[in-house]
């Protein structure tokens, strides 16, 4: 009968605690970004510097 590989399993148990950590990590990076592009989490709203672009310029 042939002996199980303990080293074996345990880097495949490394490897996929890698794999699964840096899925993780790229998924917040995502977010990240998202979050950036959308400060208020909204995508749809203007920010407030659109938003008074098209006003007109007051003269003091």
Do not use: C, I, V, W
Request: no cysteine.
């Amino acid at each position: 009968m042939a002996k199980t590989n303990f080293q074996y399993e345990k880097r495949q148990r490394e490897l996929e605690k890698k794999k699964k950590a840096e899925q993780k990590a790229d998924e917040k990076a995502r977010r990240k970004l998202e979050g950036k592009d959308h400060p208020d989490g909204e995508p749809g709203e203007d920010s407030p510097d659109e938003a008074g672009a098209d006003a007109p310029e007051r003269q003091p």
